[in-house]
């Protein structure tokens, strides 16, 4: 599976904005969808995930303020980001991890957060 992510930018300090991350196929088979990020300097970092069961995990540092979805009808997982923080700020990347398989990553999309 091949997958694009997008939706990043500019926003203000408690802006929002919604990540999209499309697959190049069906992901009704996928077993867990996830959203990572790196800042400039920094490892990568998970940020959220999602599984085949709809059920959801969060970082820490996002709890309450993203949330992970996916529609498996359009065969894309989002990530809807509120209450941004300058902190936030980072090159946001989408995964895709078939048990058994190793994980598939997509391009990132740049999410800037400042004032």
């Known amino acids: 599976v091949q997958l694009q992510a997008s939706g990043g930018g500019l926003v203000q300090p408690g802006g929002s904005l919604r990540l999209s991350c499309a697959a190049s196929r069906s992901i009704f088979s996928i077993n867990v969808m996830g959203w990572y990020r790196q800042a400039p300097g920094t490892q990568r970092e998970w940020v959220a995930q999602i599984t085949d069961s709809d059920i959801t995990h969060y970082a820490d540092s996002v709890k309450g303020r993203f949330t992970i979805s996916r529609d498996n009808a359009k065969n894309t997982v989002f990530l809807q980001m509120n209450s941004l923080k300058p902190e936030d700020t980072a090159v946001y990347y989408c995964?895709?991890?078939?048990?058994?398989?190793?994980?598939?990553w997509g391009q990132g999309t740049l999410v800037t957060v400042s004032s």
């Open positions: 995964n895709s991890v078939v048990y058994g398989r190793a994980p598939t």
